[in-house]
């Protein structure tokens, strides 16, 4: 197992555009982009422990190769769930509606829990490496589309509240 330098940058990039939208909904934060907020926070929190453990891993690859295949799979599961838990948790618990985009993060979310077990049971239980490219295209390119759709919704709920404000202005 070796790190990715090109993945890994990717992951980071969308952990830094991330935080930047955090910030950016911190600074500028209205009541309509409260499920937008509490989205953008688990992500950030979620992708920063992801982007975090991954070099553990593959440090730990070095000294213990199939402890670290297993533990791989079984704890960026564990993170998607409990980042999808978090995100309906956080909502419910302050009474605010889930948003088009928090049940985007959620399918996105959903959506790696699934491929990490398909890939999971491809490659180390049934060993055909059958999910291998699936795998590999299709975590960075849904992390990668997560990200836009964070961005975008951090952009539309500033030019909503633009908009709102010239209205009462006006």
């Known amino acids: 197992m070796n790190l990715n330098p090109e993945l890994y940058l990717l992951s ?40 975090v453990i991954e070099p553990m891993l593959f440090q730990l690859a070095e000294h213990y190769r199939e402890v670290a295949k297993h533990a791989w799979y079984i704890i960026f599961t564990l993170i998607d769930l409990i980042a999808i838990y978090a995100l309906f948790k956080f909502h419910k618990l302050l009474g605010i509606k889930v948003s088009l985009s928090a049940k985007f993060v959620t399918s996105a979310y959903m959506a790696f829990s699934c491929i990490q077990i398909l890939r999971f049971c491809d490659r180390l239980i049934l060993e055909t490496n059958f999910m291998q490219y699936v795998y590999q295209v299709s975590i960075p390119f849904i992390g990668v589309t997560m990200t836009l759709v964070i961005l975008y919704n951090t952009v539309m709920s500033k030019l909503k509240s633009v908009d709102a404000s010239k209205e009462v202005l006006g």
Not at 18 to 38: D, E, P, T, V
């Open 12 to 51: 980071s990039t969308c952990l830094v555009v991330q935080i930047a939208c955090l910030l950016f909904l911190i600074k500028f934060y209205s009541q309509q982009s409260n499920s937008i907020f509490i989205t953008t926070a688990v992500v950030v929190v979620a992708n920063a422990m992801m982007v």
